[in-house]
């Protein structure tokens, strides 16, 4: 989504309940997962693959025209998902004290992270490669968005230690492409999530407040 917004491609959104998959969408997204893009009926899946379809058809080119960085900056987002384990680590958890163990375990990946900033980039970003979104930037939001509703309970601090990354996530947070992403009830919509699975996180954030925080 974040992707399409950047490009300005116009687009139809529907939502669907991943617990109550429809029939339409099984027979379209053949992992049964989200996001699937439909582009004039033929369905793409993998956010990976689709970001780099939309990004070879449709202008203006997100990756690096460079082909060495282009090949670093998908290699980086290659990473995502382990990064992505390293944050939800701290919030899909089940007690105190697994917040703890996943409070300790972060940091190997945000520095690696940290260290690609301030290789990659050599200048003040505030993005990815600099002062443009890019695929990067695409990708690693999401998982930065989430973080952050579970992380303004837990107050974990975590990012604190790698001013690059906090910055990174600072301005991916107030970037339009990135904040209308989501559909308007997405922060409710997740908070449920996590007290439906019984996270711990999920007991910090109380019935009456949920849809304020
Ligand atoms: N590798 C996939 C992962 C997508 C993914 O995990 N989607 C989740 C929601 S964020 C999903 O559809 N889960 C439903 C399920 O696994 O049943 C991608 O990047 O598109």
């Not at 690609?116 to 490669?129: K, L, M, Q, T, V």
């Not at 996530?169 to 999530?193: H, I, M, Q």
Request: aromatic residues 12%; glycine residues 6%.
């Amino acid at each position: 989504m974040i992707v399409l917004r950047a490009k300005a491609v116009k687009f139809d959104v529907t939502y669907i309940n991943l617990r109550e998959k429809p029939d339409w969408f099984l027979k379209i997204s053949p992992h049964g997962k989200v996001p699937v893009l439909d582009v004039d009926g033929e369905p793409l899946y993998e956010s990976n693959a689709i970001s780099e379809f939309l990004d070879e058809t449709v202008k203006p080119r997100l990756h690096p025209e460079d082909p060495v960085k282009r090949a670093r900056n998908r290699a980086w987002t290659d990473f995502l998902p382990d990064f992505a384990k390293g944050l939800s680590g701290i919030y899909y958890t089940k007690s105190k004290e697994e917040v703890a163990e996943g409070v300790k375990a972060a940091p190997a990946r945000l520095t690696k992270l940290e260290q690609a900033i301030a290789r990659e980039r050599g200048n003040d970003g505030p993005y990815f490669n600099g002062r443009a979104l890019c695929m990067v930037d695409a990708g690693y939001a999401p998982f930065f968005q989430r973080f952050a509703i579970a992380d303004s309970k837990l107050k974990t601090g975590v990012l604190d230690a790698f001013p690059l990354v906090k910055a990174w996530s600072k301005a991916l947070l107030s970037t339009d492409e990135v904040t209308g992403s989501v559909a308007p009830e997405f922060d409710e919509a997740f908070v449920a999530n996590l007290k439906r699975r019984e996270f711990y996180v999920g007991t910090l954030f109380d019935a009456q407040s949920a849809a304020a925080d």
